[in-house]
């Protein structure tokens, strides 16, 4: 495979978004993927807009910004990403669409596109079964929020070849990302360790008898964190959180790994954290 090139990104929700945000920082000439061009515009203005705040802030030329922005193209049309050297898929998480989807992008892309998925907590394996290249599909997975979190864990699959991995590892690099290939086990390397420890958090608030922002200040100034647990979860989204949970819980049978029920009902209840407007806080 030559030089990476081209990338795609399919879903351009928070982390498809920030995916393509960095790679058109990289130079990277961007495809960004949604089901209606609305909702592609609609990302590529926010991403046009957190590069104008770097600009504010003087952390980017104005000049570099506009060429950034100038290389994504938005589509709502699979097939314009026949080209792409790299697809990253961060669409739903859920193991079927994920599949039929990584179907489509085999029949669509050239045979030495490297497909990549970010999926935080199915197997690579599951994906990369759907498709007859599994040794081309490999787990890519940024964190949120993508710009601004340094690592990318590299995952490697059962049937991923070593030059895939190589590759993904590079791109991770040009991103400017701190990149741990990992194998492909349930939670990778991070989400292990940390969906049990914040499900830990999540029971300690019912526990404890301490409210939401006490616990935040206590894993702040007590542990370190730079965000405490209630607001992260609120950024990650709680469904993802509940979804992630539910996923490693599967896998694992680690009580601890359980969504406590307290987030399931949150979940029920539509309040999702940030992006709904109300999870542990209220949002405007
Ligand atoms: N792109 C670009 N810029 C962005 C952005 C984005 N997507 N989102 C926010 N920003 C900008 C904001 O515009 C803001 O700037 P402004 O207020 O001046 O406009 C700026 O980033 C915030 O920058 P700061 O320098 O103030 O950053 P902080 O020091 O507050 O750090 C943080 C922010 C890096 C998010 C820090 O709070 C942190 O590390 N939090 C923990 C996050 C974490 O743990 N994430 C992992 C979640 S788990 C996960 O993702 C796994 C998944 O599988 C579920």
């Given at each position: ?13 928070a982390?498809?978004a ?17 089901v ?10 926010r ?7 770097k ?11 506009d ?16 080209g ?7 669409i ?44 081309r599909?490999?787990g890519?997975h940024?964190?949120?929020p993508?710009?601004?979190?340094p ?28 990149v ?5 086990t ?5 989400n292990?360790?940390l969906?049990p420890?914040?499900n ?11 409210t ?7 894993m ?16 990650v ?7 992630a949970?539910?996923?490693?819980y ?14 399931v009902a ?7 954290g ?6 542990f806080y209220?949002y405007?």
């Amino acid at each position: 495979m030559s030089e990476i090139r081209s990338i795609g990104v399919i879903g351009l929700g928070a982390m498809g978004a920030g995916i393509a945000q960095l790679a058109v920082e990289a130079g990277y000439d961007t495809i960004g993927r949604e089901v209606s061009v609305d909702l592609g515009e609609a990302a590529a203005g926010r991403i046009g807009g957190f590069l104008t705040r770097k600009v504010e802030k003087g952390k980017l030329e104005q000049a570099d910004r506009d060429a950034a922005v100038a290389r994504l193209r938005v589509t709502d049309d699979l097939s314009d990403l026949a080209g792409c050297d790299l697809v990253v898929e961060a669409i739903v998480e859920a193991l079927e669409p994920k599949q039929e989807l990584f179907a489509e992008l085999e029949r669509l892309c050239r045979p030495d596109a490297i497909l990549a998925t970010n999926t935080s907590a199915l197997s690579v394996t599951e994906i990369a079964a759907a498709t007859t290249r599994p040794e081309r599909v490999v787990g890519m997975h940024f964190f949120n929020p993508a710009p601004l979190m340094p690592l990318v864990e590299v995952v490697q699959a059962e049937l991923t070849s070593p030059e895939t991995v190589d590759a993904a590892a590079a791109v991770g690099e040009k991103l400017g990302k701190v990149v741990v290939r990992c194998f492909d086990t349930p939670g990778f390397v991070v989400n292990r360790v940390l969906i049990p420890l914040l499900n830990d958090c999540i029971r300690v608030l019912d526990e404890a008898r301490v409210t939401p922002e006490a616990l935040d200040a206590a894993m702040r100034n007590g542990a370190g964190w730079p965000m405490g647990p209630c607001t992260l979860v609120d950024l990650v989204g709680i469904d993802v959180h509940v979804h992630a949970s539910e996923a490693l819980y599967e896998k694992l049978r680690e009580p601890r790994m359980a969504p406590p029920p307290r987030i399931v009902a949150m979940k029920n209840a539509g309040l999702l954290g940030r992006k709904s407007g109300r999870g542990f806080y209220s949002y405007d």
